[in-house]
């Protein structure tokens, strides 16, 4: 099974923007010639999986020391604790020479155990094939909780006692705490307000707009789409609304260019009736037009739809 990581090494930056100042490669010193021409080595140099030039990965090691003969190649003898580098242009001890992983190898890797961390913490009622939006990113909460663990994670790597980490601690359990008790809201949760609909711009070029929505949703989730398909003023311009069926959402037929449910509505700039007790609308200034082909999408939750959230719990009433 493939590693789901819940975010990436720009967004670990972003909460811990010294990130690259924890790059855990050691240097290595005290290179010698070893008799054979450009052939050097390092004693008690620790042991070495990956050896670099100049921030250079020089790729595998060889067999052993005696096929190290061609520039760039490099063996690790653990008995010996000696690590051997060929070199017939540069004195090694004129380079930057680093033992250790690749700095976004390791980051990768912290990702990934932080990403298992916060699987392990979060309430098993969370649903996890959920913590993605509609258009496939995790939510800002997951990721920015999973970025802090990872930042912890490559501190403590290197300073077990890092007040810096604790700090970053306090912030990672608060938002663990907040999403396992419902306080912190996920883009698949339904609250109160969702059968009113959250209007998101699809493609928009115009000056007139869609701004509001009232009443309740009294459909099935869906995410309506709502397209100008007679460009004008208010008064000329008209809609026209996508629904979703049995394969697609609304917004997704829209699109495809598929047939409207409801067409060719005059845009008269005040409320107006959008479908199953939803109401819509639009505005601009005087002498604004919409565009053709200006969209927009719904998103609706029935109001009889139970809400996702908070735990509620029972107080006794004291009649004074």
């Avoid at 604790?81 to 690749?102: I, K, W």
């Avoid at 094939?129 to 509609?134: G, P, R």
Wanted: hydrophobic content about 35%; proline content about 2%; aromatic content about 10%.
């Amino acid at each position: 099974m493939a590693t789901v990581y819940y975010c990436t090494h720009r967004d670990v930056k972003d909460v811990y923007p010294q990130l690259d100042s924890h790059d855990t490669k050691t240097p290595i010193y005290g290179w010698v010639t070893t008799g054979t021409a450009s052939l050097y080595l390092a004693r008690d140099s620790g042991l070495i999986t990956v050896l670099f030039a100049n921030g250079e990965d020089l790729g595998d090691p060889e067999a052993n020391s005696g096929v190290v003969n061609v520039n760039g190649e490099w063996y690790y003898d653990s008995n010996l604790d000696t690590v051997y580098y060929f070199n017939s242009a540069s004195d090694p001890n004129d380079l930057l020479m680093e033992s250790g992983e690749d700095f976004t190898t390791l980051v990768t890797r912290f990702r990934g155990n932080a990403s298992r961390y916060l699987e392990s913490r979060l309430d098993k009622t969370l649903p996890r094939e959920q913590f993605k939006d509609k258009d496939g990113n995790y939510d800002y909460m997951i990721v920015r909780t999973t970025s802090l663990i990872t930042a912890v994670f490559l501190l403590q790597s290197t300073d077990q006692t890092s007040e810096v980490a604790t700090s970053l601690w306090e912030e990672i359990d608060k938002n663990i705490n907040e999403l396992n008790a419902g306080n912190t809201k996920l883009s698949w949760m339904k609250t109160g307000d969702s059968s009113k609909g959250i209007i998101r711009e699809v493609s928009v070029s115009g000056a007139i707009r869609l701004i509001k929505t009232r009443g309740n949703y009294s459909g099935a989730y869906d995410r309506i789409g709502v397209k100008i398909t007679t460009a004008g003023v208010i008064g000329t311009a008209a809609y026209s609304i996508w629904l979703g069926d049995s394969d697609r959402l609304g917004a997704e037929r829209m699109n495809q260019s598929l047939t409207a449910n409801i067409s060719g509505t005059i845009v008269n700039g005040q409320y107006q009736s959008c479908v199953n007790g939803l109401d819509i609308l639009f505005s601009g200034d005087t002498g604004d037009s919409a565009t053709l082909n200006d969209r927009w999408e719904v998103e609706v939750y029935g109001q009889y739809e139970s809400i996702d959230g908070g735990n509620l719990t029972n107080i006794q009433a004291v009649r004074r």
